[in-house]
């Protein structure tokens, strides 16, 4: 059997920049073991499958070398990307189904909008392995999926050396850590990073659905509801989002790395 694979760089106009996903289009679906094991060979932090169901609309799933995820924010980007300038689909807007409901992604001139769900995050407390495992702590902590812990400055957020031995001790799957401040820069709202324990890829670059709950957390600080974002991990990358009630509506470009195939 042979299947194709591409490998998109998302949220980013820059090869080598933004986060390397792969797509991996499928007639029908594969066993989860067979999914799995593609997604542990690629060593990506996420490996996209999807499968057509009807004109426009795909069943979408994700993948890390670990297991399925939930949301993924530049699996998807990417995944559009591959639909719309790989196979051939002249759309202005396509229609996925996954394991976090319908979802959507819109031709926006040069961009393409993903329409994802808001999740706002409350008041936590941190476990002491998180503690322990940053050099610099939050001034705030907060939870949805993931872990938002706020700092006081975007040079605070460049400085945190996370101690990945210590972090590696909680498991707290799918979700990881968000650190977040707000720009240094007049046109950047807030940057943040993105720390996943247990994972192949312990940094992530850049992370769609971490903005899930950034924009709307950032939307009650800065009483606005549209924003220029950065993800300021080593590779980068740059999101337009905005809070639309209870979807949060991000922007990203994305470039095609590679097309090949794989033989099972």
Partial sequence: MKLKMFQIDAFTSTLFGGNPAAVCPLEYWLTDEVLQNIAIENNLAETAFFVQTATNRFHLRWFTPEFEMDLCGHATLASAFVILNELGNQSDEIFFYTLS???????????????????????????????????IQPIEIWKARDYLLVYASEEDIKRIQPNVAILNQINIDPGGIIVTAKGAAENVDFVSRLFTPQATVFEDPVTGSAHCTLVPFWADRLHKTTFRALQISKRGGELICQLDKDRVLIKGKAVKYLEGTIEL
């Fill in 101 to 135: 409901g319908p979802l959507s992604v819109k031709k926006m001139n040069d961009y393409l909008e993903l329409d994802f769900p808001s999740r706002p995050p409350q008041k936590a407390t941190l476990p002491q392995a998180i503690v322990d495992g940053l050099n």
